[in-house]
């Protein structure tokens, strides 16, 4: 198939706009380590609950197999995020552009993140892209660009968005740091549609910087339902330890006296 960078844009557009919240079930095998170092531990058959609702809160709940005990409750609603881990008793919050070098990869997970790569978003008005034609005698790709610049005005690839020229779906996702160092990549497949809503069920997130990649296979999803504020609601659970990333962790509270 071919298409115009216009084409490829308009597409994305109508892909993103016609999403303005979700409830899905998704298989998660969070993947812990990081790619470049080879340390890999897995996860396995971690269930969870994602809430979206626009314009940017977005919460996770995860599940262990089995017992189906909280692995993780996190949230985001905009420039802030909150986790809480059980198993640790911590709870940690901060700015979503907060740096992500926790020793325990877990911590290093943010709800923007997964925004981000689940809804694809578009380019923003006056950002620049280009397109190129990846098409050789192994792939059929179309591979748009999108520029930005680094702290010296100088022009860099800020992410690329990949499209499969069999459907013109989108297959794969990076985004890179201003040094060109990969931050985010995320390939997709098995597009379905969900109550009229075209949604990848498969999306493999692999994110070498913070230490962590995660796959998720969407079993079960609602499409533009009404969501409440209070599922985007995440309070800190008496007794748990606060971490504030940027600071040393607070000791725990005490419980009170009788």
């Known amino acids: 198939m071919t298409a115009t960078k216009d084409d490829l844009v308009n597409r994305m557009r109508r892909l993103n706009d016609n999403v ?8 998660m095998t969070p993947a812990i380590g990081s790619v470049y170092k080879g340390e890999i531990t897995e996860y396995k058959d971690v269930r969870a609950y994602v809430l979206f ?40 919050e901060g700015t979503n552009d907060a740096p992500a070098n926790s020793a325990n990869k877990l911590e290093n997970l943010r709800p923007a993140a997964f925004l981000e790569a689940m809804l694809i978003p578009p380019p923003d008005p006056g950002e620049q892209t280009v397109l190129e034609d990846a098409t050789d005698e192994n792939d059929a790709l179309y591979i748009l660009h999108f520029l930005g610049k680094d702290d010296a005005g100088n022009p860099i690839i800020s992410r690329n968005v990949w499209f499969d020229r069999q459907t013109l779906r989108i297959v794969r996702q990076k985004s890179f740091s201003k040094t060109g160092i990969t931050v985010s990549d995320t390939r997709y497949h098995d597009w379905k549609v969900y109550d009229n809503v075209a949604f990848p069920s498969g999306i493999d997130i692999n994110r070498p910087v913070d230490g962590y990649g995660v796959v998720m296979t969407v079993t079960q999803m609602e499409a533009n339902k009404t969501l409440s ?29 009788p």
């Open 20 to 27: 303005r919240s979700f409830s899905a079930t998704v298989d």
């Open 53 to 92: 609702r626009r314009p940017a809160e977005i919460r996770i709940i995860g599940l262990y197999p089995v017992v189906r005990s909280k692995a993780f409750d996190m949230v985001s609603t905009g420039n802030e995020f909150r986790i809480y881990i059980p198993a640790k008793n911590r709870f940690v």
């Open 229 to 257: 504020q209070d599922k985007f609601v995440l309070p800190q659970p008496e007794g748990t330890q606060l971490q504030v990333i940027g600071q040393k962790p607070a000791p725990v509270a005490a419980a009170p006296r």
